[in-house]
């Protein structure tokens, strides 16, 4: 069983900067195709950015293209997503989740994937 564990999140000003990780146990990290997804309350799950198993294929959202940027480390089980001019409507809980599958024409929907984090709040306020 894989199990996935997010930090980094935090409060921060409008144009900072933040890095969110997620680690995996479990299970090698290397076997699975990475999500990462945010959800604000009273709206649906939205996926920002996604990344293959050997990192080969990156994929963003329209929101997020340009300003976030979507790694993973396969020898430290770890995803990362560094997120740069941070705006208050990237304002959400972000999860990051795994997939057995690698395809990019797949990698924003959530049913796609079998194991999710618990989330990281992340808060842009002025």
């Known amino acids: 069983q894989l199990q996935l564990v997010e930090s980094g999140g935090g409060s921060v000003q409008p144009g900072d900067s933040l890095r969110l990780a997620c680690v995996a146990s479990?299970?090698?990290?290397?076997?699975?195709?990475i999500g990462w997804f945010r959800q604000v309350p009273g709206k649906e799950r939205e996926a920002i950015s996604g990344?293959?198993?050997?990192?080969?294929?990156?994929y963003y959202a329209d929101s997020v293209k340009g300003r976030f940027i979507i790694s993973r480390d396969n020898v430290k089980n770890t995803a990362y997503l560094q997120m740069n001019a941070l705006k208050p409507e990237d304002t959400a809980v972000y999860y990051c989740?795994?997939?057995?599958?690698?395809?990019?024409?797949?990698?924003?929907?959530?049913?796609?994937?079998?194991?999710w984090g618990q989330g990281t709040q992340v808060t842009v306020s002025s």
């Open positions: 479990g299970r090698r990290l290397a076997y699975y195709g």
């Open positions: 989740a795994a997939r057995g599958g690698d395809s990019g024409s797949n990698w924003y929907y959530s049913y796609e994937y079998d194991y």
């Open positions: 990344i293959s198993k050997s990192a080969g294929g990156t």
